[in-house]
């Protein structure tokens, strides 16, 4: 459970890189119309679009892997899914219902 604890305290870090990250006010030529920026804030704003999207897809993941992980030690009959398509979808929502209550405190 340890390891656990730990993912959990890694998910809450990283929900506060994902909030400072996707903030467009942050990303390079913030206060510019597109048609005013330069080719290189262009440049930097879209690096800072990607960088805020993989931000996001790692702190996804690593709910997803929390929700794994918990599905892990529960009980062996509880919820049987035959389908992995809604295993995926199930663990899919667990991790967003557990990035909304951490992104709301």
Not at 34 to 53: F, I, P, Q, V
Request: proline share 2%; net charge neutral; with cysteine.
């Amino acid at each position: 459970m340890d390891q656990l604890n730990k993912l959990k305290q890694l998910s809450d870090r990283m929900v506060a890189v994902v909030i400072a990250e996707a903030d467009p006010n942050t990303w390079a030529g913030a206060d510019k119309k597109l048609s005013e920026m330069t080719e290189e804030e262009r440049g930097d704003r879209y690096w800072c679009k990607k960088n805020a999207n993989q931000v996001i897809t790692t702190a996804v993941k690593l709910e997803t892997l929390i929700a794994l992980y918990e599905r892990k030690g529960s009980m062996p009959n509880e919820g049987k899914v035959d389908d992995v398509n809604d295993k995926v979808i199930k663990f899919e929502q667990a991790a967003k219902k557990r990035l909304e209550k951490l992104a709301n405190g």
